[in-house]
């Protein structure tokens, strides 16, 4: 029992050595690496629930796994009584994320064997697989903030490999980099914030913090915004929020796996992580959570409202990932964290199952993403489609599904703070029904619109039975009964108590529902088209022609003066002007005159005579 975490942890970092260096492209590749992504989740699974092992509670709250597990650090590094270490924190919030990241993990490799099965680089694919599992999972084991970041770092470095897969098409390539690009703007001001919080507590591992009574409440603000840098980042919040659709370039299980599950959860993890870390700082006074939840609730209403003009169903799939992220971060500025927790944990399953149905609809149509190029595949793929509205179903906070009560939860929070983010919540509420009806309506009802779609047909059991057990956990996963196999859970998870707040959740549920059923069922084409929304609020076109046109022309006049002037003017320029010079200055010397050699000996003659004896 006490290697077990170890083993979860370096078990994929094994695999992806192995599969590099000793496979390479070997047809074991996808095998080995799904086997391990299998493993994984047995033992996450093992660790959730001993039955010789006893949780209780630590000293800022959070339930620590001990008895039989001892989970001593590794120190790698010291710098005089300052050790770097390689520690392993079980506890409610780790063991139930975990289980989130394994288990969907897992379902990946299986449906990606059938997906990628005719893919040229598959071995490459698989092996990326297996090294973003370690990297991820690096993260939720971590004890304390200098492993946390190295594998922030391995995290995105993994999903650049994966994103830019097909970096034979540029738009992969360019959705890589700029996936790269944005996360590292949110690091930076992540790693700042560690290091100030290193300087105030004087640790960095998380069971070891305190903060001192004369730290003021300027400071701890200062330090959550650096913090929550890397969540804007990693979790793709307001600004940095534009480089998740576009990595839907990548293969669609990377969508499910990367960029649905667990790589853009891990700030909403990361800042709850620091908030049990820090139990005597009262977040409520800080104006940082303020500033939290403001960044949380206005992506959760831009990404909403973008997405009800998206005809590509991953890109629609993808802003409906950065609404639900706005709504966890929101709730963690609340201080409800565990709401956010909770909300994470349901929303890993069913937007899981949403993109890989989505996979198996593209893989069935031959690649077609337009949703207006579809229609009619509930007919053609029923167990796709079934599996797909189960999803929609929960993302839409349908009454007895998962997404449902964890929804709930946030709003509850968001009324109970009495902040206007209650009705912009309300109102993203509307929108996430609205633009999945249009979804679900247009792609699967109907009668078929393009070949592709009317030669459409239900995929293999690879890929059907990973989408049955993501629809049983799109609809279950938040009942009551999962919150005793789960501590990372609140308490009061799946109940429900009818209030306001359930009143007014309901009433939003059935006008967006009726909106998108009028305005879309029977439609051809898309009777709503808004250029603000359709180009999404043409962020991304500010930073493509002003800022990093802007950047690349400032950077360009810097390179050419430093090339024009210094390299060339006096660098290589004046040296090689210095050495014609000296040239030319010895080449009068060497003459071939007689009379100028006898001369010149004659001076130095008389020189050495004065310097010899006069001197």
């Known amino acids: 029992m006490n290697s077990l975490p170890w083993i979860l942890l370096f078990l994929p970092f094994v695999v992806t050595v192995v599969c590099q260096l000793v496979l390479r492209k070997s047809a074991l590749v996808p095998w080995v690496s799904t086997a391990s992504a299998v493993a994984t989740f047995v033992i996450a699974c093992i660790l959730l629930t001993p039955s010789d ?13 001990a008895r039989y597990i001892t989970c001593k650090p590794i120190h790698w590094a010291s710098i005089g009584n300052f050790y770097l270490d390689i520690g ?23 449906f990606s064997l059938a997906y990628m099965e005719h893919d040229d680089a598959k071995a490459r694919y698989f092996t990326g697989l ?3 599992m370690f990297s991820m999972t690096g993260i939720v084991l971590a004890s304390n903030f200098i492993m946390t970041f190295i594998f922030w770092e391995l995290v995105g470095f993994s999903s650049y490999l994966l994103i830019g897969h097909w970096y034979q098409k540029e738009s992969a390539a360019d959705a890589a980099k700029k ?4 996360n590292r703007v ?20 998380f069971a ?36 998740l659709p576009d990595a839907m370039e990548g293969p669609t299980p990377v969508s499910a796996l990367i960029h649905a599950a667990t790589m853009v959860a891990a700030g909403v993890y990361m800042l709850f992580r620091v908030q049990l870390s820090l139990p005597l700082v009262n977040f409520h006074e800080l104006q940082a959570s303020t500033v939290i939840a403001w960044t949380g609730g206005l992506t959760a209403l831009v990404a909403a409202l973008m997405a009800t003009q998206q005809d590509d169903i991953k890109r629609v799939l993808a802003y409906s990932t950065l609404s639900q992220l706005g709504y966890m971060v929101m709730a963690v500025g609340f201080v409800a964290g565990e709401a956010g927790m909770f909300h994470l944990f349901t929303h890993a399953w069913f937007k899981a199952l949403l993109f890989l149905g989505a996979g198996a609809v593209i893989h069935a149509c031959h690649h077609e993403q337009d949703i207006w190029n579809m229609g009619g595949l509930l007919k053609k793929m029923p167990v796709t489609g079934i599996a797909f509205a189960a999803g929609c179903l929960a993302l839409i906070a349908f009454p007895g599904t998962s997404g449902f009560f964890s929804k709930e939860l946030i709003l509850d929070a968001a009324h109970e703070s009495g902040s206007p983010l209650f009705w912009v919540a309300a109102f993203v509420a509307v929108l996430t029904p609205f633009y999945m009806t249009r979804l679900f309506v247009v792609a699967f009802l109907g009668k078929h619109r393009s070949d592709s779609a009317g030669h459409a047909r239900e995929v293999g059991p690879l890929m059907w039975v990973p ?26 998870a799946g109940e429900f108590h009818f209030n306001t707040v359930a009143a007014v959740s309901l009433g939003a549920l059935v006008l967006g529902v009726l909106a998108g059923w009028v305005l879309y069922a029977g439609k051809d084409k898309d009777p709503v088209r808004i250029p603000l929304l359709r180009n999404r609020f043409y962020i991304d076109a500010f930073y493509d022609k002003r800022l990093v046109r802007y950047f690349q022309d400032t950077l360009a006049a810097i390179v050419h003066f430093f090339d024009e002037f210094l390299i060339n003017g006096l660098l290589v320029g004046g040296l090689s002007r210095t050495a014609a010079s000296a040239g030319n200055l010895l080449r009068r010397v060497q003459s071939g005159s007689l009379q100028g050699y006898a001369f010149a000996l004659g001076v130095g003659v008389i020189f050495v005579i004065y310097f010899t004896v006069f001197q």
Do not use: R
């Open 88 to 110: 392993i924190q079980l506890d409610k919030l780790s063991t139930g994320m975990m289980v989130v990241v394994t288990g969907v993990g897992a379902l990946v490799h299986v």
């Open 179 to 182: 996936a790269f690009l944005c």
């Open 130 to 132: 297996a090294f973003f």
């Open 467 to 492: 989408l049955a057990l993501l629809a049983i956990l799109s609809i279950f996963s938040g009942y009551a009964f999962i919150n005793q196999c789960s501590p990372a859970l609140p308490e009061h």
């Open 208 to 243: 070891e913090m305190a903060v001192p009574a004369e730290v003021s409440i300027g400071t701890l603000s200062a330090v959550m915004l650096c913090i929550f840098c890397g969540a804007v980042g990693k979790s793709a919040q307001l600004p940095l929020h534009v480089w």
């Open 53 to 65: 092992l006893t949780l209780f509670d630590g000293p800022n709250g959070s339930g620590i796994i």
């Open 186 to 205: 949110g690091d930076f001001g992540f790693m700042i914030g560690i290091l100030m919080l290193w300087g105030i507590t004087g640790t960095l591992t």
